[in-house]
């Protein structure tokens, strides 16, 4: 009996080092896949994102799974979009999701590859007949705009000089609202996001009133924002492409 037993112990304690010295050389081989926790600012923008709909939209599904492939978990915070960059650069979180890069992103942040491409569109109502090809054939229209949105670098100096007449609200909800009710001529939205808050906002016969043009003001991909903040974020950048 006392053979069996020692047989016993010495095949555990082996089958332990084996299953320790396999876990050693994943880590090694992957540096920062320990099976832990990533908390990701981000904010509201049905269907990609949202902390209200199923698997919280594409956008963050994707992640998720892409994340899932090297054993680390999600957890995703729901804020105001500014406030959720904000925090994510202080290191208050891990990441923050997804951003246009930008050199002074860049300078906070490791910038992953591209999660999406993202296009913003001039909406408009059918009623007002609109073309465009540059920024100057955009002079003396009431242009509505998202506070915290990147849209570009030409387009937001365009307001601050008074080239542009540009109305900034916090909400994409409250331009479309102005939009309907003429207060605004056009106003840059993505298409799916676009149409999806108009369905949700509208009836739809006043649904049926909006258009966009087909030119985009700008098509740039989308990035996760590893905050320099916390050490480890390096290689879970890394992992993560």
Known sequence: MKSVKWLLLTLFYLSMTVSGLAKEEHHQNNPGAENHTVHIATGEYIPGYSAYIRDHGYVLHVVKEAFALVDIQVEYHFFPWKRGHYMAEKGKYDAACCWFHT??????FYISEAVEN?????FHLKSFEFDWNRLDDLKGLHIGATLEYTY???F??????GKLKIH??????????????????????GLINGFEMIRNIFPPEK???FTYHPKPLTIQPTN?????KID???DISVLFN
């Not at 050199?103 to 906070?108: G, L, P």
């Not at 993202?118 to 001039?122: A, D, I, K």
């Not at 937001?156 to 000089?161: D, F, N, R, S, V």
């Open 103 to 108: 050199d002074e992103r860049a300078k906070h």
């Open 118 to 122: 993202t296009g913003y569109y001039f």
């Open 207 to 209: 649904a049926a009133l």
């Open 224 to 228: 996760l924002l590893f905050s320099k």
């Open 156 to 161: 937001w100096e365009g307001g601050k000089t």
């Open 232 to 234: 480890r974020n390096k």
């Open 168 to 189: 900034p609200v916090p909400k994409d909800e409250q331009n479309l609202k102005k939009l309907l009710k003429g207060r605004i001529h056009i106003f840059p939205l």
């Open 152 to 154: 570009t670098k030409e």
